[in-house]
């Protein structure tokens, strides 16, 4: 037995719905209003998001920000990149231009920076490897992120936003030093 669109189907479905059905929909639509809940909440509660700073900032009044950054803290140089390491909460400039992060940054760990991050072309994505960490680079705005490096080690800044031709090998670094007191005692220098 089948129905075509002409013929009326069986006149079933105008019935209240029964028991079970009903538990279904409740059941639904609270959990539709759990994930709406989680929303609002999430983003209050979840400590997921970054503790911006955001404004509008000129490219090349940015690349000078950044070139009289490196002058003021540079201490050397790796691959024809400057290295610079910036005290303990100071701002830290990084810019992303195609195809290269520059600087290099070495920081201590357990002390807190504002990682200022822009752009002087086009749209750069900044992914700190191997941790999961990911945010847009954008020409015109500068992103201000209040950063706390936890453990040390070497940290690559690989671009994840197709930029051209060289995308792929717009790899930058940040160096994370072991805490001032240890580094002493590990690192004579
Ligand atoms: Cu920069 Cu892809």
């Not at 279904?24 to 509660?45: K, Q, S």
Request: aromatic share 12%; with cysteine.
């Amino acid at each position: 037995m089948y129905h075509t669109g002409i013929e009326s189907p069986e006149r079933v479905w105008w019935r209240p719905v029964r028991g079970g059905e009903k538990v279904w929909v409740a059941i639904a639509f609270a959990w539709c209003m759990i994930l709406f809940a989680m929303m609002p909440l999430w983003h209050l509660r979840g400590g997921q998001n970054p503790s911006g700073i955001r404004h509008r900032v000129d490219p090349l009044a940015y690349a000078t920000r950044v070139r009289e950054f490196i002058a003021q803290y540079q201490v050397g140089e790796e691959a024809n990149l400057p290295v610079v390491e910036p005290p303990p909460g100071s701002d830290v400039y990084l810019q992303g231009s195609m195809w290269r992060w520059i600087p290099v940054l070495r920081l201590q760990a357990g002390a807190e920076y504002v990682l200022h991050l822009s752009s002087t072309d086009v749209n750069h994505g900044f992914s700190l490897y191997p941790l999961n960490v990911n945010f847009q680079v954008v020409p015109g705005y500068d992103y201000g992120l209040r950063v706390r490096p936890t453990e040390p080690g070497e940290f690559h800044i690989v671009c994840n936003e197709f930029c051209g031709i060289g995308h792929h090998m717009m790899v930058g670094k940040v160096v994370v030093l072991p805490p001032a007191g240890l580094a002493a005692a590990e690192q004579p220098r």
